[in-house]
């Protein structure tokens, strides 16, 4: 089978961005769906692959985002596409819970030999990175018997009720939301740029706050993303993860990592956290673990995992097989090409690139990440103030002259770069030609 991207990898501007084809489906969007579903760039999307999206008016623009951090493994990726025919093909769906199949298994087979740590492992998936986070809450109140959940500055975990808790930012994420889950306790993050703390100084600091404000031993989990994803890109002092989780396995506090951003070979290895060896209890996978298709995991401890009572864990779709498939399709992309070495790779191609950006722009603050999750922080450079709107300027700049960007951060002045590893370094130098170019243009 050929692996050739099916779209032609080349940038094209037929029209304005977005063209006239999809500004007319945006007005169907604004009849048809509710204002609260936004849509950063309008653009409407016919094909994808490799490194290019197609749109409705012929114009390709370069991904630098794979849809948050999904498609890792590019857009309609050969496995993927195999596994998901046989699949579709074969059945759709019995619901796990009633009628089992191997996908779902093979799926666990995989997470149990490719997440931190060579211990006794079994997993529970679930369909969106919300419900696995939620559900590695609930393993940990029953594992501990204790309530308490610690989460830190910055985190984002998702958008469900208990999720928004956990969550840190208020706009758009909980605004009006309210009243949120209980028990949910927020501890200083790490941050380099801003607090100047060594990784050892930051743990210290977030374990003093989570001891005397709510006490270790109430604290059923901690639950902590190893690099910062919707809120800045943030890797933590080195030091700061391992004392962490130092201290919640002495305390009988469940250690989280909420890998749903960061797993799956984005930062050059399966997970963020293979970085300083740090071995959760519980890790959270969603995003891209399938190519696209919602799946999403909880993978533990099997002891932990066990703790909880028969149909105590589950849901309707839950594990489908289609999306089981695709994840297998997935991995085994990921595998073959090494993708965790291409991460790698595009990590040095893009460092090198935002190199050249700060060396000219000194609104660029800081340059962080690893591997293919790379950001830049834009600050006023004689103040340190947060410069959200360089960071607007600069993405509609970005998008009008098709590539494809997404900003983040607790201040919105945060950069983020995650192209689909499938992407040629040809395409990848294109699309930050494009950022370089949008920033001399938004300068001054
Ligand atoms: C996206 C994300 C979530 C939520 O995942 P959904 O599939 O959108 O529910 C949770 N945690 C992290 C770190 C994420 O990046």
Redesign the pocket.
């Known amino acids: 089978m050929s692996t050739a991207p099916t779209v032609h990898q080349q940038r094209l501007l037929l029209t304005e961005i977005p063209g006239p084809e999809s500004r007319a489906r945006l007005e169907r969007k604004k009849q048809l769906v509710a204002d609260g579903v936004g849509t950063m760039l309008p653009v409407f999307v016919t094909e994808a692959s490799g490194g290019i999206l197609r749109d409705v008016d012929g114009n390709q623009l370069i991904d630098l985002g794979s849809g948050?951090a999904v498609t890792t493994v590019g857009n309609s990726a050969p496995a993927v596409v195999r596994r998901v025919h046989e699949q579709v093909d074969a059945f759709t769906h019995t619901c796990f819970m009633i009628t089992p199949y191997d996908g779902y298994v093979d799926v666990c087979e995989q997470l149990a030999e490719l997440t931190p740590g060579d211990h006794a492992k079994k997993s529970a998936l679930f369909n969106?990175?919300?419900?696995a986070?939620e559900n590695a809450v609930k393993i940990a109140r029953v594992a501990t018997g204790r309530d308490a959940v610690a989460v830190f500055d910055h985190a984002?975990?998702?958008?469900t009720n208990l999720?928004m808790a956990m969550t840190a930012k208020n706009m758009p994420y909980k605004q009006g939301f309210g009243p949120f889950a209980g028990e949910v306790y927020r501890a200083p993050m790490s941050y380099p740029l801003r607090d100047g703390l060594s990784g050892a100084e930051a743990a210290a600091r977030a374990i003093d706050h989570l001891d005397k404000q709510v006490g270790a031993g109430n604290l059923a989990c901690l639950v902590i993303?190893p690099i910062l994803?919707?809120g800045g890109f943030v890797v933590p002092a080195p030091g700061f993860l391992p004392a962490l989780a130092e201290w919640c396995t002495a305390n009988g506090i469940v250690f989280v990592a909420?890998e749903?951003?960061s797993g799956f070979c984005r930062t050059g290895d399966w997970f963020a956290c293979d970085d300083e060896g740090v071995v959760p209890d519980l890790v959270t996978t969603?995003?891209g673990i399938a190519g696209g298709l919602p799946l999403?995991a909880v993978t533990g401890r099997a002891e932990l995992m066990d703790s909880v009572h028969t149909g105590g864990l589950g849901g309707t779709y839950g594990g489908n097989p289609v999306a089981c498939a695709a994840a297998l399709g997935a991995i085994e992309e990921m595998r073959t090409h090494d993708l965790a070495a291409r991460a790698r790779e595009v990590g040095a191609i893009i460092r090198q690139r935002l190199e050249g950006i700060r060396a000219v722009h000194p609104v660029v603050a800081d340059i962080r990440g690893r591997g293919a999750m790379m950001a830049i922080e834009l600050v006023d450079p004689e103040t340190g103030a947060p410069d959200a709107a360089r960071a607007a300027a600069v993405n509609a700049a970005c998008h009008q002259a098709g590539v494809v960007t997404l900003t983040c951060g607790t201040w919105g002045n945060v950069f983020r770069f995650l192209p689909p590893l499938s992407i040629s370094d040809d395409l990848l130098h294109e699309g930050f030609d494009v950022v370089t170019e949008a920033f001399a243009a938004t300068a001054g």
């Open positions: 948050i969106s990175g919300a419900e986070v984002y975990h998702g958008r999720t993303e994803g919707e909420d749903i951003q969603a995003k999403a």
